[in-house]
């Protein structure tokens, strides 16, 4: 079995290195352009910063930054940079972009990777109970609930379940990402870390749960007419083994596809959830951005959230090559 | 008919239009679910009126015929959620046309004491916020921006979706080649970072906003106008076309699209919900236009009262949520008028 895995990975190693190259260069490009959009370049404000510059001092700040060169060799320049891991220098903060991008993405991942496990285990749940009394009332109910969390706007739902959880009831806490002074460590920092990431992944979740849950329901109403399905009835298995095993397992292939899909939406959902609960990690980071027009920065992290997606896409895609012997290598 | 036991699902079927899983994804987003009965006599189907092919109608045909106008609206207005989504969205769009005559003030002027709850004058039913502001009024005249967001940005996005989708679908090849990895890198972007960063370097005003969201929403269309067209142009009509002389131009226009827009239609009142829904995330985080008031602005600047007067954030909210779900709900409602090829096949 073994053996025989091995070639086929390295084909979906070579096919994915073929599509995400080109991909990564798009983005680079389109990343170039939108930074020669900004306003004002490095010349200027360091002139800004001067208080005065003649046309001359400007001509000679601009040939410095090699801003004078034409746009291909400026290119050039910029992806020479990339290739050395220099994002360029955040003048706000005074530090390597690449080093502040660093410092908040563990944070971030760790905030989507928990709201991806509340997705998956509540819209799979809702999708598997819808479909077991599909085209009954409960049915139709709960497709109306899971479109009721596909409108809501994740920034919204934060702010309200922290009036309930916080303010009113004072379960959890409103934002952060740890108790400030507590010096906790082991086990206990890790649930207190956990309780300032559940509110945060549940309204970043929510909109997903709908997802998932649409999906399963299709997908298991598929499946079940399938004919191994009918076999495992006829051997008089209960109605939920067969659910369990035959029907929901087969049809949560589609739905683990989908998640590495909804990565890009995940972490654009999380710039504003970040915002909503100061969870200090790129989205915040991303919004401090914004408000100090620190285009670098911003950049950076366009930049570096595209290029995780399309790792974690190749990642997805040889993992599925390894799974699934049926998926064709194209 | 045959086997109406087995439950159609929409997925299936859309994968065989738009085989790749994102499509897959969005016709289940969208919740194609149930199948309208087709119709046991052809006479339901106006759109049938060739007299070649009023002779081959079967159930088969009938199934897989396109669906006609009248009775697409029928079923339409027969499904109690879609009709319910019509009614929000018809409430939304009233309060938005009569915001001037309802609030012929400024609403972000001053209207009285601040900070009173809703319920505790009715003059302001929906109370004031921390500056006197009447939220009511704000609330009537934000629709103006939301929906006015929502439809131009998905008036865009469509436009560009369906000349790229179509270009790449139906000339193939390199062209193909090209465009689809313009589409693939564009998915591959975050959307919402993206359009921040458009949005400040763009400096915000609506119409600013509205093109930043359509350059991230433009993709996902093009998506599925390129898929439906390379299913489409296989088809012996358009050959048919073809073999009579028309020009590239007249067969994408006036042959193969007006057969691909049924799906498309269902897409566009989805963007047109997530428009909203960006627009009032970025109003909320502050990137919004200054000069006029939205859903999202409100609701930023009623965070800063949310332990005291959380009302001012709730209501808002309130408005986007239905505002969109009756978007949503018009969208599944359509899918099931306009689709019921999605579920035909088992």
């Known amino acids: 079995m073994t053996t025989r895995r091995l070639p086929r990975i390295l084909k979906a190693l070579r096919r994915t290195a073929l599509q995400a190259v080109p991909t990564v260069i798009g983005i680079l490009i389109l990343n170039f352009f939108l930074l020669r959009l900004t306003p004002g370049d490095a010349a200027d404000a360091l002139a800004g910063e001067a208080g005065a510059a003649t046309v001359e001092t400007l001509a000679a700040l601009k040939s410095k930054f090699g801003l004078d060169l034409p746009v291909l060799e400026q290119l050039g320049g910029y992806l020479s940079n990339l290739a050395h891991f220099s994002l360029g220098v955040s003048p706000r903060y005074n530090q390597p972009v690449a080093e502040l991008i660093a410092a908040r993405l563990p944070n971030t991942l760790s905030l989507m990777g928990l709201a991806l496990v509340f997705a998956l285990v509540i819209g799979i749940t809702l999708g598997a109970l819808m479909a077991s009394f599909a085209g009954r009332p409960a049915d139709r109910v709960l497709s109306v609930v899971a479109l009721l969390f596909y409108s809501i706007p994740s920034f919204w739902i934060g702010l309200m379940l922290i009036v309930l959880f916080s303010v009113k009831l004072g379960w959890l806490p409103t934002g952060g990402a740890e108790t400030i002074g507590a010096n906790l460590t082991g086990w206990d920092a890790v649930l207190d870390r956990a309780r300032y990431q559940i509110l945060p992944a549940l309204s970043l979740a929510l909109f997903y749960v709908a997802i998932y849950a649409r999906l399963t329901r299709d997908d298991m109403i598929e499946v079940r007419t399938q004919d191994h399905v009918r076999t495992a009835r006829a051997k008089g298995l209960s109605p939920f083994a067969v659910t369990r095993d035959h029907v929901l397992r087969n049809a949560l292939i589609p739905v683990t596809t989908m998640a590495g899909i909804h990565l890009a939406g995940l972490m654009g959902g999380a710039v504003v959830v970040e915002t909503v609960f100061s969870w200090p990690g790129l989205g915040r980071l991303a919004y401090e951005a914004v408000m100090g027009r620190d285009f670098h920065v911003l950049l950076g992290i366009l930049l570096l959230s595209s290029l995780l997606v399309v790792a974690v896409n190749a990642a997805i895609d040889i993992l599925q090559a390894w799974l699934d012997p049926r998926i064709e290598v194209r | ?346």
Not at chain 2, 35 to 50: I, L, Q, T
Not at chain 2, 98 to 112: H, N
């Open chain 2, 1 to 346: 008919m045959h086997g109406t036991d087995t439950f159609p699902t929409g997925a299936l079927a859309a994968k065989s239009l738009a085989a790749d899983a994102e499509d897959r994804a969005t016709a289940a987003a969208l919740g194609a679910e149930r199948v309208p009965a087709p119709p046991s006599e052809p006479d339901f189907w106006p759109n049938v009126h060739a007299p070649d092919a009023a002779r081959t109608v079967t159930a088969d045909v009938a199934r897989l015929a396109p669906v006609g106008r009248r009775h697409a609206l029928l079923v339409f207005l027969s499904n109690p959620t879609a009709v319910a989504g019509l009614l929000i969205l018809a409430v939304v769009v009233g309060a938005a046309l009569a915001a001037p005559i309802l609030f012929p003030d400024d609403p972000l002027e001053m209207a009285g004491r601040p900070l009173q709850w809703p319920g505790q004058n009715p003059r302001f039913p929906l109370g004031t916020d921390a500056l006197g502001r009447d939220v009511l009024a704000g609330l009537v005249h934000g629709a103006r921006v939301s929906l006015l967001v929502g439809a131009s940005a998905t008036l865009a996005g469509l436009l560009a979706g369906i000349l790229v989708g179509a270009t790449a679908g139906y000339f193939g090849g390199v062209v193909d080649d090209v465009l689809s990895k313009l589409i693939e890198i564009f998915q591959t972007v975050p959307g919402f970072i993206l359009l921040i960063v458009l949005v400040a370097i763009a400096q915000p005003s609506v119409p600013a906003i509205a093109l930043a969201i359509a350059a991230v929403s433009w993709p996902q269309v093009a998506r599925l106008v390129r898929a439906q067209f390379r299913a489409i142009k296989e088809k012996d009509f358009v050959a048919a076309a073809r073999a009579l002389g028309f020009g590239h131009g007249r067969i994408i226009f006036r042959e193969i699209l007006p057969n691909a827009l049924p799906p498309v239609i269902v897409l566009a009142s989805v963007t047109v919900a997530t428009a909203i829904l960006m627009e009032s995330a970025l109003s909320f985080m502050g990137l919004g236009d200054p000069n006029v008031v939205s859903w999202g602005s409100m609701i930023g600047t009623g965070r800063d009262l949310l332990r005291t007067a959380w009302y001012l954030s709730a209501v808002p909210g309130v408005a986007i949520v239905l505002t969109v779900l009756s978007l949503n709900l018009i969208g599944d409602g359509l899918n099931e008028a306009l689709n019921p090829r999605l579920g035909g096949e088992g």
